[in-house]
C-alpha cells in the first residue's frame, strides 16, 4: 500500500539552478505532507512541511507546492548548492503514522 | 552531542541468532519509534511508543520484540534472524505523537548471512 511515490530515483543539476523534485499521493484529505532529506550514513532529517488546506510554504531556499487536484507535491530549491546533494523523501502523515516514499537521489554539480 | 543514538553501527550475523538493537535520546521526547528501510529502499514504521506504551504495532512478525525501559530508550530485539531481515534498521523520536517533525538516528545496517 504506497501511499505516496516519487518517480525520479535521481536528479542532478547545476549549482545555482532550481532543483524540481516530484511526489505524488493517494487520496488524503486531513494530512500533512513532509519532506525529508537524507546524507549517506545519517538518519532523515526534517526539511520542510505543508498542510493538506494549504497550496504553498516557503522556508528559505525552499517551497514546497501542493496540487491537491493532481495529487501532486513537489518540493523547490533555488538556488540548489553542492550542500543540497542527498537523498529526498516525500512523506505524508496521517494521524500516528508517516508514510515514506522511496526518495529521490539530487545531485548538484558544482 | 547526539540527540538519538543507535548501537551497533553494523551488525553482521548467522541465520538463526538472537540480537539486539539499542536506542536513545537526549531530546526528553515523549514519543519513540522504529523503522526499517529494505533493499528496495523502502522506510517502513514498526512500532511506535508513546511514554512507554506501545502506540502502533504494524505487521511485524513476532520475532521482533521492542522493549522501552524508560522514555529515553527504545531496544529492539529480533529472535531467530532470517535472511529477509537484513536491511537499515532506524530510530527515531518525537515530541509527541503525531508530531510531524521526528529526529532520526544514524541507522543500523543489519546483515543476516
Known amino acids: 500500500d504506497q501511499q505516496v511515490k516519487q518517480n525520479s530515483p535521481s536528479l542532478s543539476v547545476q549549482e545555482g539552478r532550481i532543483s524540481i523534485l516530484n511526489c505524488d499521493y493517494t487520496n488524503s484529505m486531513f494530512d500533512y505532507f513532509l519532506w525529508y532529506k537524507k546524507y549517506p550514513a545519517e538518519g532523515p532529517t526534517f526539511l520542510i512541511s505543508?498542510?493538506?488546506?494549504?497550496d504553498k510554504n516557503e522556508d528559505g531556499r525552499f517551497t514546497v507546492f501542493l496540487n491537491k487536484s493532481a495529487k501532486h507535491l513537489s518540493l523547490h530549491i533555488v538556488p540548489s548548492q553542492p550542500g543540497d546533494s542527498a537523498v529526498y523523501f516525500c512523506?505524508?502523515?496521517?494521524?500516528?503514522?508517516?508514510?515514506f516514499g522511496t526518495g529521490t537521489s539530487l545531485t548538484v554539480i558544482p | 552531542d547526539t540527540a538519538v543514538s543507535q548501537t551497533p553501527k553494523y551488525l553482521v550475523t548467522q541465520m538463526g541468532n538472537d540480537k539486539s538493537i539499542k536506542c536513545e535520546q537526549n531530546?526528553?521526547?515523549?514519543?519513540m519509534y522504529w523503522y526499517k528501510q529494505d533493499s528496495k529502499k523502502f522506510l517502513k514504521i514498526m512500532f511506535s511508543y508513546n511514554n512507554k506504551e506501545l502506540i502502533i504495532n504494524e505487521t511485524v512478525p513476532n520475532r521482533f520484540s521492542p522493549k522501552s525501559p524508560d522514555k529515553a530508550h527504545l531496544n529492539l530485539h529480533i529472535n531467530s534472524l532470517e535472511l529477509g531481515d537484513s536491511a537499515v534498521y532506524f530510530c527515531a523520536s518525537s515530541q509527541e505523537l503525531a508530531a510531524y517533525e521526528q529526529y532520526f538516528g544514524p541507522g543500523t545496517r543489519l546483515t543476516v548471512t
Open positions: 531530546l526528553g521526547h515523549d514519543t
Open positions: 505543508i498542510s493538506s488546506i494549504k
Open positions: 512523506v505524508k502523515s496521517t494521524g500516528n503514522q508517516f508514510y
